[in-house]
């Protein structure tokens, strides 16, 4: 979780949600509990993840955040660089 937090940009403001919302929180935590899929199966359960988001304000920008840096990463580096650094530092 650290990792992920870490990251996450501080220009969306979701603790207040966060605190307050049911939902948002369980939806939140789901997202590093990704880290635990099987790779094979990590697209694919993020897409459902992803369909059942909050709809609670900047949501929508948190699931992209979350999907272009740790699921599907950018281009230049591709996915595999991001998806293994993001395992290795929310198991360590």
Known sequence: MNAFS????NKIRLKSVYETNDEVRTYVRCLPALAFVPPDDVEQAF???SETHPTADHMGELTSFF???YIRGRRRCGR???FIFWLITLVV
């Not at 870490?6 to 940009?9: A, I, S, V």
């Open 47 to 49: 897409d459902i993840l």
């Open 67 to 69: 999907e272009h840096t």
């Open 80 to 82: 595999a660089a991001y």
């Open 6 to 9: 870490g990251q996450f940009p």
